[in-house]
């Protein structure tokens, strides 16, 4: 009976024991393993706290710490990973870094839009993506140099208008095992290369235009002052041709002006209510004088039932006027002018069409352009300033409409402006970018 009774109270000991064994040293331990693996997993442990054991308790408390630090360090690397993309993603520039081996690190979007770059595209050589030779030396010597280098290169791209691009260089040290690199700028100065071209082109024309008057001006007040009592029918001849000449170097100041007003920031249009058969109407009754000196027949072909559309009316009879004196001009004596309007789904189109000389195929894309003269010596000798179709492009576009031209050498020429029926632009200011844009 005693051997029995000693038996189970030993083994009530040693379940005791490892019990408390187990608590003591087994389940501290595996709940440590647990944690520490849910750390590593970036999970949220269930308990930082072990109780069977102080030293284990004292890791677990170690342990809550670390993972505190690690959420903070990781939500710090997270704010400035957005912040960094943010900032790279507003920039209006491409950039670039690239490493020691002048393999893409790291990328913006404008980059990526630029060179049709896709997501996986890091980790290549930039040559790849821009099989540049001068770029890519120059690379290799500013990396090589340690000194920031800048270059300009056209891009060209099959079915794309190319590029013209400036791009700055700058290196960098690397630290520990990185070898350095160097971040890359690719500035888009296409449209402010275009417009310098056409601001050189403006004033070489403008002075061009002037040149002319002014010497004949010139040529004539010298004519006079050396030679004061002229016949009085050479005076009269030389007296007619300065007032000629004066008359169009009018235009010409008349019409610079106006596309400057046009084209300034604050340009802004005064929309009314037009009716267009009455508006066409009553500019064909203010021509018919212009008509008849030529003995023009001159037409309107203006539905009554047409919308009435929101326009500027004084920037509309500019058109209008413009369009008919083109037409005037380039008519044969005995001719046909035709006015129309039409609807055409949202918008209206109005032609002026002419059975003049025409304008030769290669020359109609150009017509639009500023000074563009398809016949210049016909032009100047008409008195034309080259700007009056540039005027009404400009007047179009401020309507938020367009401009059309079709032509026929020797047959005669159709200019159109289409223009939408109610105009978004209505009773606002309308800013241009730039004065003389891309045309």
Do not use: C
């Not at 290369?193 to 601001?199: D, I, S």
């Not at 002319?212 to 005076?235: C, K, M, N, V």
């Amino acid at each position: 009976m005693v051997p029995l009774i000693f038996g189970s109270v030993a083994a009530i000991v040693l379940g005791l024991v490892s019990v408390a064994f187990w608590k003591r040293w087994v389940e501290p331990w595996r709940e440590l393993e647990e944690l520490v693996a849910d750390i590593i997993s970036r999970k949220a442990p269930r308990k930082f706290l072990m109780t069977g054991n102080r030293r284990a308790n004292a890791l677990g408390l170690s342990l809550e710490k670390f993972a505190d630090r690690q959420r903070a360090l990781e939500r710090d690397a997270s704010e400035g990973n957005i912040s960094l993309q943010t900032i790279l993603g507003a920039l209006p520039d491409g950039l670039a870094i690239v490493d020691e081996r002048r393999r893409l690190r790291l990328v913006n979007a404008e980059f990526r839009r630029v060179f049709g770059v896709s997501e996986a595209a890091e980790d290549i050589a930039l040559f790849e993506i821009l099989p540049d030779a001068m770029i890519d030396r120059a690379l290799a010597a500013a990396l090589q140099e340690g000194e920031a280098r800048s270059e300009s290169f056209r891009l060209a791209r099959g079915g794309v208008p190319a590029l013209e691009m400036d791009v700055s260089m700058v290196p960098y040290s690397g630290s520990g095992q990185s070898g350095g690199g160097a971040v890359i700028l690719f500035r888009d100065v296409t449209e402010r290369q275009q417009v310098e071209a056409m601001r050189r082109d403006f004033v070489a024309n403008v002075s061009h235009e002037l040149r002319t008057p002014l010497s004949i001006f010139r040529g004539y007040l010298e004519t006079l002052l050396d030679d004061p009592p002229q016949p009085p029918a050479e005076l009269i001849r030389i007296l007619e041709v300065m007032d000629r000449h004066a008359e169009r170097l009018t235009l010409l100041v008349e019409d610079i002006l106006s596309l400057a007003k046009l084209e300034s920031p604050g340009a802004r249009l005064e929309f009314s209510e037009l009716h267009l058969p009455d508006f066409l109407g009553g500019i064909l009754r203010d021509w018919e004088r212009r008509f008849g000196a030529k003995l023009l027949q001159a037409s309107l072909d203006a539905p009554e039932d047409l919308p009435v559309i929101s326009a500027d009316e004084n920037r509309l009879q500019e058109v209008i006027y413009n369009l008919l004196d083109n037409a005037v001009k380039y008519s044969q004596p005995e001719g046909k002018v035709w006015l129309k309007a039409r609807r055409v789904d949202d918008n209206v189109r109005i032609s002026v069409s002419d059975e003049g000389v025409g304008i030769p195929a290669r020359d109609l894309p150009r017509v639009f352009e500023r000074f563009y003269r398809a016949d210049k010596a016909r032009s100047r000798q008409m008195g034309g300033t080259g700007l009056g179709l540039s005027i009404v492009k400009h007047i179009a576009q401020l309507h938020r409409g367009s401009v059309e031209a079709t032509s026929e050498p020797g047959k005669g020429t159709t200019i159109s402006v289409v223009l939408p029926i109610h105009s978004e632009a209505h009773d606002s200011a309308l800013s241009q970018p730039a004065l003389f844009p891309h045309e």
